[in-house]
Structure formats: structure tokens, C-alpha cells
């Protein structure tokens, strides 16, 4: 079992930067991809950015790319998000997930173990 937790959400004006973090309890995510998505109101939970644990690599959304960035802490066993150049349409209620199976990283029914979410609202 892994309990996730995120932080780092909040209010930002557009073109600022926010860092999310998303610390894991209990197993550590070794080989496990981790992901983080965003549910808009009124729109279905989409992919934001994936890290595959083992081999470090990264993708993202092409919404995001070159804005956000995931990274881990392997000592932490934290896995964060940063986001640059942020606009209005990246507001979102901001998930951790994690996968055990190794599954396509884009995919939400991929991910076992979920964070509560974490609120990001970007004004204009």
C-alpha cells in the first residue's frame, strides 16, 4: 500500500510558477510510474506528466510541455511538479498517482494509489 500526499497548491497570477510535491508513505515508489493529472471543473481528470521511477524517464502532456517539469527526490520519496509560465487554463484540482504495473503512463485506470488532490487556481 501507498498512501500519497500532495502539496505546494495555490493561488498564482498568470506567467508565475508554482511547485507541487507529492510525498509517498509506506512502499517507496521504486518501479512504480508515477504521474501527475488535473481534473478541471466541469471536465474529466486528464494526464499532466509521468516519471518512470527505475530509468528516470519523463513525459508530458503536450498542453504542458515545456512549461512543467516532474522530477523526483529519491531520498524523499517525493515526486514534483514544477510549473512556469502559468496560465489561466491550467487551473485544476492537481493529482499524484502511482503505478505498480508498470502500465501505459498516460492512462488514469493505469494508476492504483491516488492522492486527495491539491487545489491550483491561475488568474488573469
Known amino acids: 500500500q501507498v498512501h500519497l500526499v500532495e502539496s505546494g497548491g495555490g493561488l498564482g497570477q498568470a506567467g508565475t510558477s508554482l511547485r507541487l510535491s507529492c510525498a509517498a508513505s509506506?512502499?517507496?515508489?521504486?518501479?512504480?510510474?508515477v504521474a501527475w493529472f488535473r481534473q478541471a471543473p466541469g471536465q474529466e481528470r486528464e494526464f499532466v506528466a509521468a516519471t518512470k521511477w527505475s530509468s528516470g524517464s519523463t513525459y508530458y502532456a503536450s498542453s504542458v510541455k515545456g512549461r512543467f517539469t516532474i522530477s523526483r527526490d529519491n531520498a524523499k520519496n517525493t515526486v514534483y511538479l514544477q510549473m512556469n509560465s502559468l496560465k489561466p487554463e491550467d487551473t485544476a484540482v492537481y493529482y499524484c498517482?502511482?503505478?505498480?504495473?508498470?502500465?501505459?503512463?498516460?492512462?488514469?485506470?493505469?494508476?492504483?494509489?491516488w492522492g486527495q488532490g491539491t487545489q491550483v487556481t491561475v488568474s488573469s
Open positions: 498517482a502511482s503505478d505498480p504495473n508498470s502500465g501505459t503512463y498516460y492512462l488514469e485506470g493505469a494508476y492504483v494509489y
Open positions: 509506506g512502499r517507496t515508489f521504486s518501479n512504480y510510474n
